[in-house]
């Protein structure tokens, strides 16, 4: 059984630029969970998918976007790229969108801004 | 709303001592609660959870934690500590619904050291 794989692991951008996270997720699962771990804190929930719609989201701006493929995959987009958006982003996968379904983490993507 | 108060930043202990990280949590519904382990360049693995029923659950690698709902504590403990369980702890919560509903709210992650 493959688990949740991100893309890429590491990422350096400038400023005012666009980004692409990737994500796939555990055989089986429907739900998607990104989470944003700046240095030295715990991760942040951004948003969640659950059979490709929005099913929550964080406290974070519009240009953090995402999309949920019908195999359950997942996209991170974020435009407009600030500092402080450097951080490791994490995605992970669940059975279903329940508070009991445990989530597995995928590596993560450590991105920097420059 | 929900919220994760780990006490401590850095914990340190030696070789087969016992392990304490102490989590606190503030929640407005019945909360679920998890610890999770993060290990240097790597995502977080999960050690165990709390949804219902027993209030002392036991997870992987000898760890467990217990649910106090009247301290809401949900501390984590393993009686003998191991170098290899040097790693970064996440406590978390997700609420049984609610805006919480299905979304983690992680503490600020406490640092464990095993001195040999």
């Known amino acids: 059984e493959t688990g949740v794989t991100q893309s890429p692991t590491h990422l350096i951008k400038t400023r005012g630029q666009q980004v692409t996270l990737r994500c796939s997720s555990q055989s089986g699962h429907n739900t998607v969970s990104w989470y944003q771990q700046a240095l030295g804190q715990g991760p942040q929930f951004i948003f969640q998918?659950?059979?490709?719609?929005?099913?929550g989201r964080g406290n974070f701006p519009p240009r953090f976007s995402g999309l949920q493929f019908p195999n359950y995959s997942s996209e991170l987009n974020v435009n407009a790229l600030e500092l402080d958006d450097s951080a490791l982003y994490l995605c992970?996968?669940?059975?279903?969108?329940?508070?009991?379904?445990?989530?597995?983490f995928g590596p993560g993507t450590r991105l920097t801004v420059l | 709303a929900q919220s994760v108060t780990q006490l401590g930043s850095h914990v340190s202990v030696s070789e087969g001592a016992l392990v304490l990280l102490r989590c606190n949590y503030s929640?407005?519904?019945?909360?679920?609660l998890f610890w999770y382990v993060q290990y240097p360049n790597q995502g977080l693995q999960l050690l165990l959870k709390?949804?219902?029923?027993?209030?002392l659950v036991k997870g992987i690698n000898g760890f467990e934690a217990e649910f106090k709902k009247s301290e809401t504590s949900f501390h984590l403990t393993k009686p003998s500590a191991h170098m290899s369980d040097a790693a970064e702890y996440f406590c978390a919560v997700s609420g049984s619904g609610g805006t919480s509903y299905g979304k983690l709210t992680f503490g600020q992650g406490t640092i464990l050291t095993v001195h040999p």
């Open positions: 998918y659950y059979r490709e719609e929005e099913n």
């Open positions: 709390y949804t219902t029923g027993a209030t």
């Open positions: 929640s407005s519904v019945p909360p679920y």
């Open positions: 992970a996968s669940s059975w279903g969108s329940s508070s009991t379904d445990t989530q597995y």
